[in-house]
């Protein structure tokens, strides 16, 4: 049982240059999160997902798109990444939102040069 | 104005000594409430939730106040392995259900 994986570990980006994040899950949890993680800020939420083939805005979306075609993948990607999307992104998911725990993957460094 | 906010630190303190730290949230919606801890270069993990009547686990107490829209933290007989980043987080019913993080206490606990 592995819980959240995240791939990759670490990521150098020119500015333009395009990638995606995947995120996967075992714990067959409905609802599954993309937050990203900046000194001196909380977690900000860029996208979550509520079920299989369903995705919604957060706090932060814009520069990102997210993908759930399977339950147990949430991937994000960014088109044309930026500097100011350096950051670390975390991949959470849960069974519901309301009361339940959220469970988070290790985390993608990324850094845009 | 942060909607959830937590005094950054550092505390520094002695093993076994005790701790507290408090978290505000400004929406009055706010329904559940957590303590998470983050270690360094890790990710977060529940550390407790916060039940209205407050709850214990160990050395952890967990506290909520809806009249003044706190929540608090007490560890007692602090150890090394307590140093970490303590993570507020507050669900709200906005509508939909939305989860805030507070951006986190640090806490070093030295020999």
């Known amino acids: 049982n592995a819980g959240v994986t995240q791939t990759p570990k670490f990521r150098v980006l020119k500015t333009g240059q395009s990638m995606t994040l995947l995120c996967a899950q075992d714990?067959?949890?409905?609802?599954m999160y993309w937050y990203r993680q900046d000194p001196g800020m909380g977690l900000r939420l860029i996208h979550y997902?509520?079920?299989?083939?369903?995705?919604a805005k957060g706090e932060v979306p814009d520069g990102y798109n997210v993908s759930r075609l399977k339950k147990q993948n949430f991937l994000l990607g960014l088109e044309s990444a930026a500097p100011s999307q350096t950051s670390v992104y975390f991949c959470?998911?849960?069974?519901?939102?309301?009361?339940?725990?959220?469970?988070f993957g290790p985390g993608t460094r990324l850094t845009v040069l | 104005r942060k909607e959830v906010e937590q005094d950054p630190g550092p505390f520094n303190v002695p093993e076994g000594a005790t701790v507290a730290f408090n978290c505000t949230y400004s929406?009055?919606?706010?329904?559940?409430f957590f303590w998470y801890r983050q270690d360094c270069r890790k990710e977060p993990k529940l550390l407790m939730s916060?039940?209205?009547s407050g709850n214990e686990d160990g050395r952890f107490t967990a506290q909520l106040n809806r009249a003044s829209q706190y929540i608090s933290l007490l560890i007692r007989d602090s150890k090394l392995s307590d140093s970490a980043t303590y993570l507020c987080?507050?669900?709200?019913?906005?509508?939909?259900?939305?989860?805030?993080f507070g951006a986190g206490t640090r806490l070093f606990v030295k020999a």
């Open positions: 929406n009055s919606a706010s329904q559940s």
């Open positions: 916060v039940y209205s």
């Open positions: 997902s509520v079920g299989e083939g369903t995705t």
């Open positions: 714990m067959n949890h409905e609802y």
């Open positions: 959470a998911s849960s069974y519901l939102q309301r009361y339940n725990e959220q469970f």
């Open positions: 987080v507050v669900i709200a019913n906005t509508g939909g259900f939305k989860t805030i």
